[in-house]
C-alpha cells in the first residue's frame, strides 16, 4: 500500500486526516476540468482516486492517535485538536515528485500543440476541423457542382438533370461530413448546420478551446494564451 501513499505525496502511515486533506488537494490541483483535458492530467487524477479508494478500503487509515504512539500524551492531543481543521495540516510532495510532474505536464503540452493535418478523413462524421479547413470544403464543394454541371452537360446536352445529380452526391455527402466536424468543433451536434444561415457563423465563429465531448481541438490549442 505504501505507493498509495505516495501518490497522495504522504508518509506511509499518514492518518486519516492527512490523507482526506491530500486527497482533495490534488483532486482539486489535478482535475482534468481546469487543465483543458489533457491527458496527463486525466491520468494523474485517475491514480489519486484509485489510491484514495483503495487507503479507505483497508485498515491503514487510522487517527492521528492510533498513528502516532511514540509522541507524547501532549503532542497527540494537540495533534488531535489540529485535526479538526483541515487546513492545519501542510501536506508535502517530495521536490522529486513536484519535477516529475512538471515535466509530464510540459511534454503532454507540448505534444498537445501540434497541429492535425487538414482532410485526413473528409467523409468521416467523427472528429473536429478547423474554420480555414470548412471554408476550404466551401469552396471545393462548389468547385465540385460547377465540374458535375459540366460533365452532365457534356454527356448529354437534352437531358443532364439526372446524370448532375448523381455526380452531385459525393459532392454533397462530403460537405455535410465537413460540416458537421465543423459544429463538433463548436461543442454543437452536426444536426445544427441545418439551422438557416448557420454555416456562415461556422465560417467565421470560433471553435472550443482545448478537447471537448467531439474530440481534440483541430489547431492544437489547449490554453488561452
Partial sequence: MKHHFETLGLQEGASQEEIQTAYERLSKELDPKNNDNQEFFVEEYEKVQKAYKALNQTSILK???????????????DSSSSSKDPGSFTVTISPE?????????????????VKP???????????????????????IYYIWMFFSAFVAV????????????LLLIPGFYFWIAQGAKRCHDR?????????????????????DIGANNYGVNPKGIHKIK
Avoid: C, V
Avoid at 493535418?117 to 469552396?139: A, C, D, P, T
Fill in 117 to 139: 493535418s487538414m482532410f485526413r478523413n473528409s467523409f468521416s462524421f467523427e472528429g473536429r476541423i478547423r474554420r480555414l479547413e470548412y471554408g476550404l470544403s466551401f469552396i
Fill in 187 to 207: 461543442g454543437n451536434s452536426g444536426w445544427y448546420q441545418l439551422i438557416p444561415f448557420y454555416a456562415f457563423w461556422m465560417l467565421f465563429g470560433d471553435g
Fill in 63 to 77: 487517527n492521528s492517535d492510533s498513528s502516532s504512539g511514540s509522541f507524547s500524551s501532549k503532542k497527540l492531543e
Fill in 154 to 165: 457534356s454527356i448529354n446536352a437534352d437531358n443532364f438533370e439526372g446524370i448532375y445529380y
Fill in 97 to 113: 515528485k513536484i519535477e516529475e510532474l512538471k515535466n509530464k505536464a510540459q511534454e503532454s503540452k507540448e505534444q498537445s500543440y
